[in-house]
């Protein structure tokens, strides 16, 4: 199938995501106005403005919208707090779903804050951000577990953000995965896609789709060697998309690997993010073609869209059909 076939399908299909989704704030300081503070005498770094935007696994919901995406919903735990209030509004002003969430006084809102610098553009102080570093609270955990049981068979495909890099992780807790196994296991053609930073070996019966050296650390801490297609044998997945950036993405299955070349762009101007929109499109390719190779294909094209952008950009489906066509070409 062409991209413009897989575009024209995208709207009747409805997504549901879950998992680690953060408040990305864009904040531009002016360093000419760092002047020390009377209090400490430090250096203050001068915030002139702010443009907050959903990430982690809001980074995908965006992807998913643009690409014209009509039904979504999001399950996650924010805090009680004005950063919480912020991504709710957030992800309701891009026609997202907010109404399986949960909010708890006990966690803060999983937070990024990126400064960057107001004559060059860049991003180039530390970036300040706001984690849970204790296990998530079990009433939390109970409410996103059932909202996840009761409401995940509604939606044409499930998409799973670990992205928490604590050590005890964030929403997506042995409970949680659990659960998304036997979903997955239920109802083995539906999509079930999963995204994980450090606990890919931890899942069970989902699509996986990690980057080259999430691969390769989860093969590390599970066999002590890197052996792909063991990892897809140890998570009985149905099988691996292990993106490899510019070389394309490599379908893992049936004891054989597959490389999808990606569209290579020169110079690229923000990899941030590249992964998500990967798996935005890739999985909804998957779910219309139902083809691992057309869908490595389409995520491809989406992310090569994507890189040229700053920060966590999105692609629309004008671009995506002006980035086939280039690439045939």
Not at 100 to 129: H, M, W
Not at 305 to 315: D, E, F, P, Q, R
Request: overall charge negative.
């Amino acid at each position: 199938m062409t991209a413009s076939d897989i575009l024209a399908k995208i709207p009747d299909l409805s997504v549901l995501m879950v998992g680690d989704i953060c408040l990305d704030r864009w904040c531009t300081y002016d360093p000419a106005a760092a002047e020390p503070s009377a209090e400490t005498g430090l250096p203050r770094t001068a915030v002139v403005s702010a443009v907050t935007t959903p990430g982690a696994g809001g980074t995908v919901a965006n992807n998913l919208r643009s690409l014209g995406v009509k039904r979504l919903a999001v399950i996650g735990a924010f805090g009680q707090d004005g950063f919480g209030w912020e991504l709710m509004r957030a992800l309701s002003e891009r026609g997202v779903s907010t109404d399986l969430c949960v909010s708890s006084p006990e966690i803060q809102t999983f937070t990024y804050t990126k400064l960057l610098n107001a004559q060059t553009g860049e991003e180039d102080l530390a970036r300040v951000d706001f984690i849970n570093p204790q296990p998530l609270p079990a009433e939390v955990e109970t409410q996103l577990h059932d909202n996840l049981q009761l409401f995940s068979r509604a939606f044409d495909i499930v998409m799973v953000a670990d992205q928490a890099e604590t050590e005890h992780g964030g929403v997506i807790t042995a409970k949680l995965r659990s659960a998304i196994a036997s979903i997955a296991l239920e109802e083995p053609g539906r999509v079930i896609w999963a995204d994980s930073r450090r606990r890919a070996e931890l899942f069970r019966n989902v699509i996986l789709k990690p980057n080259r050296k999430e691969a390769e650390e989860a093969c590390l801490r599970v066999f002590g060697e890197v052996d792909f297609h063991r990892l897809a044998k140890h998570t009985n997945a149905p099988f691996l998309i292990v993106t490899r950036g510019h070389e394309g993405a490599a379908i893992v299955e049936g004891g054989e690997e597959t490389l999808v070349p990606t569209r290579l762009v020169e110079k690229p101007v923000d990899i941030c993010g590249a992964g998500d929109s990967f798996s935005a499109g890739a999985a909804l390719a998957l779910a219309i073609t139902g083809s691992p190779i057309s869908a490595a294909r389409f995520g491809n094209l989406v992310s090569s869209i994507t890189i040229m952008k700053k920060g966590t950009g999105t692609a629309s489906p004008e671009e995506v059909l002006a980035a086939e066509a280039a690439w045939v070409a």
